[in-house]
């Protein structure tokens, strides 16, 4: 549909590396509207709702460390099948094979952290992308 929604998170190393302008831009010029935007420090208990599917995992707990560890932003970015496109832009998870023209292949490399700091979240289906915009927007 063409008025499809994705949460995208510039994590905290996304920020500190001042890639928000250059993540952004990726969205715009692949032709995605941004239609809503905040920046924000999350506290814990917003972290451990957007991440409940890995709980348990072993980098659940540096996950979540990692996320606190500086402000993100938070946005929606709109457009016909933009959940499946924003990934697309992002690229795979792990930084060190995600395809070069990605942001993630583009502006991340293996840190040697217990978590994979990879710059961006992107919703991966639109039930998820449901539940983590009312997470990140739904009061406001
Ligand atoms: P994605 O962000 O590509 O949707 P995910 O939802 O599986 O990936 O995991 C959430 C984040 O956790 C991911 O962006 C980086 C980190 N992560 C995932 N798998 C990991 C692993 N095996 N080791 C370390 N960090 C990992
Ligand atoms: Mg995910």
Redesign the pocket.
């Given at each position: 549909m063409s008025n499809e929604r994705t949460l995208v998170l510039i994590?905290p190393d996304g920020v500190r590396r001042a890639l928000i302008g250059e993540v952004i831009s990726r969205i715009e010029a692949k032709g995605y509207s941004v239609v809503a935007l905040r920046m924000l420090s999350a506290d814990r208990a917003i972290l451990e709702r957007h991440?409940e599917?890995?709980k348990g995992?072993?980098?659940y707990e540096?996950?979540v460390e990692f996320m606190l560890s500086g402000p993100i932003v938070a946005l929606i970015a709109e457009g016909n099948r933009v959940i499946e496109g924003f990934?697309s832009l992002?690229g795979?998870?792990?930084p060190t094979v995600a395809a070069p023209g990605t942001i993630r292949g583009d502006l991340a490399r293996d840190q040697g952290?217990?978590?994979?700091?990879?710059i961006?979240?992107?919703s991966?289906s639109p039930e998820s992308a449901a539940r983590e915009i009312e997470i990140f927007f739904g009061g406001k």
């Open positions: 994590k991440y599917e890995h995992k072993p980098f540096p996950l990934r992002a795979a998870t792990d952290t217990k978590v994979v700091q990879n961006v979240h992107g991966d």
